[in-house]
């Protein structure tokens, strides 16, 4: 295939527009610039373009793809009902780089929502994408152009690079501004869910909706877990080289970076380094490229795929990266580098902190350790590999001994897990000291132990430990179905936690 290269960096080109319509109402795909970054589109309400996009990136099927609209009429055509937090949301942020998840009606194929009865729309705020969205028939399904799991495109060369030759059009508009993919929030639930975080980020969304929460979902790894939305179960982002994220004091980070260097270096490997305009400068070894500045987030965001292009470029053997743990899109940012790193992270501490290492103890705690904690204790056992690291669980309000709760257990058992001999154990004083971390299921749970106790050392939450985005959720009172997703939650963030457990040994 002739991929035509239509240059609009200096203006529409009315011809061109034209032709990037016919394109895609005839079926096929055109490459265009969003404010987040460049997106593969094709006509959403045909089956067959869908499909198309799915070839052309290698991606899987079960993976949604998002529908772009250009006047918020034409989101009352494609889904069943427009809830008035869809409509507070679209007044406050479209065209903007938000994301909402609705239940589908018929107009809109399986192929496109990836057999899914709900369907992701946006409204790109970008003059050639709506532009294009309307010559092309209104709704316009486009994740973002590049081959799946490669770092997403952030300007026409990128595209270029990957689907040259397997797409019809490629425009040019030029670098785009934000370069992390919309966040994404589910109004199908109950309780708005974010689906991925991005450039409106949680406490924005909260200013319009209330109550929002986090889903658990996003560090699935369940082969058997079905996404409700783009980047919730595949690795993404990712270069071609080992992405290894160090995070910590930024001494501390600095020092680990320049001692795995100089290791990696003196085997014969070539490193590359992700920092920042504060850091760059502390770096004698390997190819160091600045990711932005701290003090304006966005020229993170902005840069981060195209650094991890450019390394792809240089041909690097490993790449380590800084943390960007920044106020407004820290979050964001994590999210996608992370999941570029397959969540390999190391983390450093302070000269007077404590290592994981020197722990001989870890115990999980909730509020009546007959659910969670003995379910993360199960589960942690299973995944730990090193033994010489005693694994509990505890409650807070424990007034005499219980077994663990009956559906707990039963969804342990499905699992090839038991805790059947378990019995409910109160927290006390003596249980804090300098070789036990204790990890709090909740964050509410955390701030109550807190409280109660006179000389609490070493205590996290769950979700705060493994810098994650949301928490578990107690069932009690609920379903064995609403045990089954407990067990999902806790498996996702227990796996993630017993990954940086070891990590954190070895290092």
């Not at 009865?117 to 409204?123: K, L, P």
Request: hydrophobic share 40%.
């Amino acid at each position: 295939m002739n991929t035509i290269y239509a240059d609009m960096t200096e203006g529409i080109d009315r011809k061109l527009m034209q032709k990037a319509g016919d394109i895609l109402l005839s079926g096929g795909l055109v490459a265009f610039p969003t404010e987040t970054v460049y997106g593969l589109g094709g006509n959403a309400l045909d089956a067959e373009a869908s499909r198309k996009i799915y070839a052309a990136k290698g991606r899987p099927s079960d993976n949604p793809l998002i529908v772009h609209i250009a006047e918020f009429d034409a989101l009352e055509q494609i889904v069943t009902k427009v809830p008035q937090e869809a409509r507070d949301l679209a007044d406050a942020f479209w065209p903007g780089p938000m994301t909402m998840i609705l239940n589908k009606n018929d107009s809109v194929p399986a192929s496109t929502t990836g057999g899914l009865g709900t369907v992701a729309i946006r409204m790109p705020d970008n003059e050639i994408a709506a532009e294009m969205i309307r010559a092309g028939g209104g709704y316009i399904a486009a994740p973002s152009a590049n081959t799946s799991g490669r770092p997403s495109p952030t300007t026409a060369q990128h595209v270029k690079d990957d689907l040259d030759g397997k797409i019809d059009m490629i425009i040019d508009g030029g670098p785009v501004g934000i370069g992390v993919e919309s966040t994404i929030i589910d109004l199908t639930e109950k309780i708005p869910m974010i689906l991925r975080p991005g450039y409106i980020n949680m406490e924005m969304l909260r200013g319009v909706l209330g109550e929002v929460r986090m889903d658990p979902g996003l560090h699935f790894n369940d082969p058997n877990f079905h996404p409700k939305a783009p980047g919730m179960k595949y690795r993404h982002y990712a270069p071609k080289a080992p992405l290894t994220i160090v995070e910590g004091p930024q001494d501390r980070v600095v020092e680990k970076i320049r001692s795995l260097t100089a290791q990696k270096e003196s085997a014969g490997g070539k490193v590359g380094i992700i920092a920042t305009d504060e850091s760059a400068a502390a770096y004698d070894r390997g190819i160091v490229k600045s990711i932005g500045t701290r003090t304006e987030e966005i020229t993170i965001s902005m840069h981060l795929y195209g650094i991890l292009r450019d390394f792809d470029d240089l041909g690097v053997d490993v790449i380590y990266s800084e943390a960007f743990d920044t106020p407004r899109m820290g979050q964001a940012i994590m999210n996608r580098l992370i999941k570029a790193a397959g969540h390999q992270v190391i983390r450093v501490f302070s000269a007077g902190g404590m290592d994981v290492k020197h722990y001989d103890k870890l115990i999980f705690v909730s509020e009546s350790d007959t659910i969670t904690s003995p379910m993360a204790e199960a589960i942690l056992s299973r995944h730990f590999l090193l033994e010489d690291i005693l694994i509990l669980s505890k409650g807070l309000v424990v007034l005499f001994p219980e077994p663990i709760n009956p559906k707990a257990e039963a969804v342990l058992v499905s699992q090839g897990l038991t805790m059947k001999d378990h019995m409910s154990d109160p927290l006390d004083e003596a249980d804090f000291d300098d070789r036990t971390l204790i990890l709090t299921i909740t964050n509410a749970e955390k701030e109550r132990l807190l409280q109660d106790f006179a000389n609490p050392i070493n205590v996290f939450s769950l979700s705060e430990y493994i810098r994650g985005e949301g928490e578990v959720h107690d069932p009690y009172g609920g379903s064995l179905g609403d045990y089954g997703q407990c067990f999902r939650e806790l498996d996702a963030q227990v796996e993630r936690l017993a990954g940086i457990l070891q990590r954190e040994e070895l290092n």
